[in-house]
C-alpha cells in the first residue's frame, strides 16, 4: 500500500485540530470583535483569524493561558492557510507560555503531521497524552504518525486506545482498517470499515476501502456492490471507478473495466496508476498502440513503478518490438529485482527472439521465485526442448500439468510426443 498522502493528513488536520474558545474568560464583558475574529468563529477567513490575533498579541493586554490561546488560535489560522511552518512556530509559542496547555500540543503535532515530520509529531502527542490521558484525538494522531513511519503495531495500538476512549470516533475505525490490511487482516479491516459506515453512511473512502478488502479476498462481487454504493455517494469519486475497473478486470470484463479506468483518468488526470491500469487493460485486450501510450503517461507521472515498464514491455512484445520489449522488462527488473512475472515475460520475448539461453535463464529464475507456477514450468520445458533437453522438457511440462491440470499448453506438448501425463 502507497503511503499516506499529504490530502490525507490534511483530512486528519481537520478532524482533530478544534478551534479554541475565543479566551478563557472568567465573568465579564462580552468578546471584543477581534477576540471574536481570533477565535475563528463565524467562518472568519484565515487571514483575517491572524490578523485579529496579531492585533491582540500587540495589544499587551494578554498574558499568561489567555496569551499561550491567542498564539494557538493563529496557529490555525496559519495551519488553515496552508502555512505549517508559521503554524508550528505558533504553538511552540503557545507552550512555551502555558507548558500545560494540551490543545496546542495536539495542534502542533497535527501540522508536524501535514509536513512529515512524523518524529516530532509523535512527540508532540506524547506530551498531549501525558497531560490528558483520556483525550481519544490525541491517541488518534499518535497513531497516524506511527502508521505513516511504518510502525503499524504500535498505530494499531493507539488507534484501540481512541477507539476505546471514544467509540464512535469513526475515522479511528477507518485508519485501524488501514493497518490491519496492511497486516493482511483483510475480515478484521472489513469490521472496521462496517463500523465506520454505520457511524457515517456517507463515508465514500469507507465503501471504497472496504471494496479494496473486499476485493484482496477475491469477493469482487461484493466488491463493485462497494464501488457503486461510493459513487452514488460521489458520482466523481475517481478512486472508486480506478477500484471498480481492477475488480471488473478481475471477473474479465475488460470493456467495462477500460470504461471505469477512463472515468478514473478524466477525474484523477494525474493518477498514474488509472493510467497504468488502463494501459495494462487495452494490453490485454490486443490494443498495444494506445496501452503504450497510456504507459507513457504512467512512467512520466511515477516513473519508479515496475508494474507500468512490465506492462509496456508486453505491449512492446505484442508489437513485434522485442528490442523495447526487453528494454523495459530490464528496467521493471531494476526497480524490482524479485518480480518474478518480469523475468517471465522476458523470457518469452527471449524465446520469440530465439535467444533460448537467455530464456531458460529467466523462465528458471521465475520457477525458483515462484515454484507452483505451472505457466513458468511449461514455458521453461518449451525452451528446453529447442535446447535438445528433451527428458528435461518433459519433465517439466509433467510437472506444469500436475500442478495446473486445466492448463492447454503441456497438455498440448505431452500429447504431441505421444507421452501420457
Known amino acids: 500500500m502507497p503511503k499516506p498522502s499529504t490530502q490525507s493528513f490534511l483530512a486528519v488536520f481537520a478532524l482533530l485540530t478544534v478551534a479554541t474558545a475565543a479566551l478563557a474568560q472568567q465573568a465579564g464583558p462580552p468578546l471584543s470583535a477581534d477576540e471574536r475574529r481570533c477565535a475563528g468563529l463565524k467562518a472568519t477567513p484565515p487571514d483575517t483569524q491572524a490578523a485579529a490575533c496579531t492585533t491582540l498579541i500587540g495589544s499587551g493586554r494578554y498574558v499568561g493561558n489567555n496569551l499561550a490561546i491567542v498564539y494557538a488560535n493563529r496557529g490555525i489560522a496559519y495551519a488553515r492557510a496552508g502555512d505549517y511552518d508559521r503554524a508550528i512556530g505558533e504553538f511552540d509559542a503557545a507552550v512555551q507560555t502555558n507548558p500545560n496547555y494540551t490543545r496546542a500540543y495536539v495542534s502542533r503535532g497535527n501540522a508536524q503531521l501535514v509536513k512529515r515530520d512524523f518524529d516530532s509529531a509523535i512527540a508532540s502527542f506524547d506530551q498531549a497524552i501525558q497531560l490528558d490521558p483520556r483525550a481519544a484525538t490525541s491517541y488518534m494522531g499518535r497513531a497516524t504518525a506511527y502508521d505513516a513511519k511504518g510502525d503499524v503495531e504500535r498505530a494499531l495500538a493507539d488507534y484501540d486506545a481512541a477507539i476505546r476512549l471514544d467509540p464512535n470516533l469513526g475515522a479511528a475505525y477507518f485508519n485501524r482498517g488501514l493497518a490491519l490490511r496492511k497486516r493482511g487482516q ?32 477475491g469477493e469482487h462481487d461484493r466488491a463493485i456492490a462497494d464501488y457503486d454504493a461510493a459513487l452514488k455517494i460521489d458520482p466523481n469519486y475517481g478512486l472508486a471507478y480506478l477500484n471498480r475497473g481492477l475488480s471488473r ?12 479506468f477512463d472515468a478514473a483518468v478524466r477525474l484523477v488526470p494525474d493518477s498514474a496508476t488509472a493510467y497504468g491500469n488502463r494501459g495494462a487493460a487495452l494490453e490485454a485486450k490486443g490494443d498495444a498502440e494506445r496501452a503504450i501510450d497510456d504507459l507513457d503517461k504512467a512512467i512520466e507521472l511515477d516513473p519508479r513503478n515496475a508494474g507500468f515498464y512490465n506492462s509496456r514491455g508486453n505491449a512492446w512484445r505484442n508489437r513485434g518490438r522485442l528490442d523495447r520489449a526487453l528494454a523495459d522488462y530490464n528496467q521493471a527488473l531494476v526497480l524490482a529485482p524479485d518480480s518474478w512475472i518480469s523475468y517471465y515475460d522476458r523470457a518469452q520475448a527471449h524465446y520469440v527472439a530465439g535467444n533460448f539461453q537467455a530464456a531458460l535463464a529467466d523462465a528458471t529464475k521465475t520457477a525458483e521465485l515462484n515454484a507452483n507456477w505451472a505457466p513458468a514450468i511449461s514455458l521453461r520445458g518449451l525452451i528446453q526442448e529447442k535446447l535438445g533437453a528433451k527428458d528435461a522438457a518433459i519433465a517439466d511440462w509433467r510437472r506444469a500439468a500436475a500442478l495446473d491440470p486445466a492448463l492447454q499448453q503441456p497438455a498440448d506438448a505431452l500429447r504431441r510426443l505421444g507421452i501420457m501425463r
Open 186 to 217: 483483510s475480515d478484521r479491516a472489513i469490521a472496521d470499515y462496517d463500523q465506520a459506515i454505520r457511524l457515517n453512511p456517507k463515508d465514500v473512502a469507507a465503501y471504497n476501502n472496504r471494496g479494496i478488502a473486499l476485493a484482496d479476498k
Open 249 to 260: 478486470n478481475a471477473r474479465k470484463e475488460p470493456d467495462r473495466a477500460i470504461a471505469d
